[in-house]
């Protein structure tokens, strides 16, 4: 069974900078693309930024140039680091992985339980 576990959320001033990452855990061939989104109250979830398999990134226009993602296929791990954190960037972040269990099988897409980011004004 596949598991997708953030970490790294908590609460910062704006201006500030956090590191989220998520590991992937469980029967895993392969890693297509991986990603983060970030829903918060009363919105609907959104894209905040993705990695293919080749290391090439997309950011929302609300993100770029203050986020980075990265990605360690060997430690089997994605990044997000954050940084001029604003109060608007507050949601729950959520780690999306296209994961293929072995070889042969079909990609499937997986999801974290959500780290929670709170950024005071």
């Known amino acids: 069974q596949v598991q997708l576990v953030e970490s790294g959320g908590g609460l910062v001033q704006a201006g500030g900078s956090l590191r989220l990452s998520c590991a992937a855990s469980?029967?895993?061939?392969?890693?297509?693309?991986m990603g983060w989104d970030r829903q918060a109250p009363g919105k609907q979830r959104e894209l905040v930024a993705d990695i293919t398999s080749g290391d090439t990134t997309n950011y929302a226009d609300y993100v770029k140039g203050r986020f980075t993602i990265l990605r360690d296929n060997a430690k089997r791990m994605v990044y997000l680091q954050m940084n001029s954190l604003k109060p608007e960037d507050t949601a729950a972040y959520y780690c999306?992985?296209?994961?293929?269990?072995?070889?042969?099988?079909?990609?499937?897409?997986?999801w974290g339980q959500g780290t929670q980011v709170t950024v005071s004004s």
């Open positions: 999306k992985a296209d994961i293929r269990t072995s070889w042969g099988r079909p990609v499937f897409e997986y």
């Open positions: 469980g029967r895993i061939n392969s890693f297509d693309l």
